[in-house]
């Protein structure tokens, strides 16, 4: 058994995304290689992935910018030599991977949580309300991995030998323009420790920024967001947490004038602690939170704030 | 130019699935059904398309039981102008669904199939991706803006760094998130309407695909419930639950 990753693009460096997925990789008990499709300086910060012996570069300028009528063809074509080919459920694996599925003609097994034995995973469905324990039957495994429930693989201590590796380029059929990227110093909501998440009750964008950003810098965390706060402009798409938004599962998450939708907690169930701050008392948010403080948001947060 | 919107019937949005206590499934006697919200839309903005004078024909199709004809008939209410069901009784796996769109899409020839994203069901996320695949067409997913530009679409979609825009030549799949629009309701006179609109019944035999499983869900189980905890009485006491986990 040998499982090809197909690595998160994270300019030069290794993404956590990755590291998990090589972790999810590597429970499926053979060798794991990892698929880097940029630069070359990204292939060797890959190969000193912990557990990863082999490291394939595809630097063609096709590859570059996550086009999946690019990628996908490069991916099915090196699938021959493997078992397994998986994936982070980023929004670039889960742009690419089904793709790569389909040519193969294999369903894929979309953001499993564990892996139960070569050919069985458990995934959830149903928004987290369900897990299921669900076996292949395909003789090819295509897998996209949930980040946040698998320990990440050691980023250094690994020393793979690194191979480039050539595919069909450009399909011609599809053209990046560009990437309007949210630009920001704080960390990743996915990767974060601590998040402080807003919702519709933070008024606008300017009331979201003065209530919820003093909060996040005086701890130091990722901010995020419910669908109802970035459907009304306060912050960009990339803040959503949620079935159809970021998964994320830091040790505190901090959820500030958010309902608890089942839709938002799919996203943040799995946070070590979460505190919920609501001004009423029978908020779903409530039922999974584990500290709770009934209040108005807009005297009880800058309290807080200033009480840190 | 003619526009593709597959819809899947799944439960409400609205409900709170429950787990069969045998463990084999979802219960979903008596759940009410409604249209995968992303389906929605996708039907709204294909509509829109069709409004501007972008495409010519709206049809909806579904694949699954004879039931999901009432989701074919919302699409019809919203204003897609006729719709085909692939009727199964059998769960059907996003790839055989793919192979069903292809062959549809091979008879239609649309200019765009716009999906959902996911369903709200199996979470799979993969269908448009599968059959833009098969088509061997370019994919433009979780679209928050779609623009017809001559023989191209210019697709804004909504991805894990902000949102990134892409150009694809058509005929294109594109996928929707939850941005691109609000889809409208269907008013008393269009649901009458829609009655007496163009529903095709057809069968996955009819277009020669295998709809064997090539997954099994051997057991579907509850999440972990989370105990509910502590009600606080004021922002001291919070500080000193945060300064104990060790966060300030
Ligand atoms: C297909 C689909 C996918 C979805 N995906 C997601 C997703 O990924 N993520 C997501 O978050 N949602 C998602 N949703 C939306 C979800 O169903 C809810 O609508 C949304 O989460 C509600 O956001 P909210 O909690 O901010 O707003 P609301 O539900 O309106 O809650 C606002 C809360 O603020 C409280 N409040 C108001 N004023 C104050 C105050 N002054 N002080 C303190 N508290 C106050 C209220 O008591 C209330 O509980 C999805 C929905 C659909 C249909
Ligand atoms: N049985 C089905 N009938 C019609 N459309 C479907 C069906 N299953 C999936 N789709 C379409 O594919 C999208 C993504 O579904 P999935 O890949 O299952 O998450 C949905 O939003 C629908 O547009």
New interface residues.
């Given amino acids: 058994m040998t499982a090809l990753v197909f690595a998160e693009p994270h300019g030069d460096s290794v993404a956590d995304a990755t590291l998990a997925a090589v972790t999810a990789a590597s429970q499926l008990g053979g060798d794991v290689h990892v698929l880097v499709a940029g630069s070359d300086a990204a292939g060797q910060a890959h190969a000193g992935i912990a557990g990863v012996s082999k490291v394939l570069v595809a630097s063609d300028d096709a590859y570059a910018h996550g086009?999946?009528?690019n990628l996908?063809p490069l991916i099915a074509g090196l699938a021959d030599g493997y078992d397994a080919v998986l994936a982070p459920a980023?929004?670039?694996g889960?742009?690419?991977?089904?793709?790569?599925?389909?040519?193969l003609?294999?369903?894929?097994?979309?953001?499993i949580i564990n892996v139960e034995g070569p050919k069985?995973f458990k995934r959830?469905?149903?928004?987290?309300?369900?897990?299921?324990?669900?076996?292949?039957?395909?003789p090819k495994l295509v897998i996209t991995v949930r980040t946040t429930t698998f320990e990440k693989a050691a980023a250094e201590g690994g020393s793979a030998s690194v191979e480039t590796v050539a595919g069909p380029g450009s399909?011609?059929?599809?053209?990046?323009?560009?990437?309007?990227?949210?630009k920001s110093d704080r960390p990743e909501l996915?990767s974060a420790k601590?998040i402080v998440s807003g919702g519709r009750a933070l008024k606008d964008g300017e009331t979201f920024e003065q209530v919820i950003t003093p909060l996040a810098d005086?701890?130091g965390a990722a901010i995020g967001a419910s669908?109802a706060a970035?459907?009304a402009g306060y912050v960009?798409?990339?803040y959503q947490v949620g079935?159809?938004g970021?998964i994320v599962a830091p040790?505190?998450y901090i959820a500030i004038g958010i309902s608890g939708a089942?839709?938002h907690l799919a996203g943040m169930?799995d946070s070590k602690?979460?505190?919920a701050i609501n001004k009423d008392?029978d908020a779903p948010i409530?039922?999974?939170?584990?500290?709770?403080?009934?209040?108005d948001l807009f005297t009880?947060v800058p309290?807080?704030t200033s009480?840190? | 130019m003619k526009i593709l919107v597959p819809v899947k019937r799944v439960?409400d949005?609205n409900v709170?699935?429950r787990?069969k206590a045998d463990g084999s499934g979802?219960d979903l006697a008596n759940v009410k059904m409604s249209m995968n919200p992303?389906d929605e839309i996708a039907v709204e903005e294909a509509l829109r398309l069709r409004e501007s004078g972008a495409a010519t024909e709206v049809i909806a199709v579904s694949v699954g039981p004879a039931k999901a004809q009432e989701t074919l008939r919302t699409a019809l209410a919203m204003g897609a102008d006729r719709a085909i069901l692939v009727e199964t009784e059998d769960a059907v796996?996003?790839?055989a669904v793919?192979k069903i769109l292809k062959a549809i899409a091979a008879e239609e020839e649309p200019g765009i199939v716009m999906l959902g994203?996911?369903a709200?069901?199996?979470?799979?996320?993969?269908?448009?991706?599968?059959?833009?695949?098969?088509m061997d067409?370019?994919?433009g997913?979780?679209a928050?803006k779609v623009a017809i530009e001559g023989d191209h679409v210019?697709v804004t979609?909504?991805?894990?760094?902000?949102?990134?825009?892409?150009?694809?030549?058509l005929p294109?799949v594109v996928t929707t998130?939850?941005?691109l629009n609000e889809p409208r309701y269907a008013s008393l006179p269009n649901i009458m309407k829609a009655k007496s609109k163009p529903l095709a019944m057809k069968t996955p035999a009819d277009y020669g695909v295998d709809t064997a499983?090539?997954?099994?869900?051997?057991?579907?189980?509850?999440?972990p419930v989370?105990q509910?905890?502590?009600?606080?009485a004021?922002?001291?006491?919070?500080?000193a639950?945060?300064k104990a986990?060790g966060?300030?």
């Fill in positions: 086009l999946a009528e996908a980023t929004t670039t889960k742009n690419v991977l089904p793709r790569v599925a389909a040519m003609d294999v369903m894929q097994v979309s953001d069985t959830p469905i149903y928004a987290g309300n369900a897990i299921a324990t669900v076996e292949s039957s395909d399909a011609g059929s599809s053209e990046f323009v560009g990437l309007d990227a949210v996915t601590i005086k701890l669908r970035v459907d960009p798409n990339d079935q159809t970021k040790e505190v089942i839709q169930k602690t979460i505190v008392p409530f039922q999974v939170a584990d500290v709770g403080l009934v209040g009880v309290e807080l009480k840190l | 439960i949005y709170k699935p787990v979802v992303f796996e996003p790839l793919a994203k996911q709200i069901d199996d979470d799979s996320n993969q269908t448009g991706q599968m059959l833009a695949a098969l067409r370019p994919q997913t979780f928050s210019s979609r909504e991805v894990d760094g902000g949102l990134e825009t892409v150009k694809l030549a294109a998130d939850l941005r499983p090539r997954i099994t869900t051997t057991h579907v189980a509850e999440p989370r509910a905890g502590e009600i606080v004021d922002v001291d006491a919070l500080v639950k945060l986990l966060v300030a």
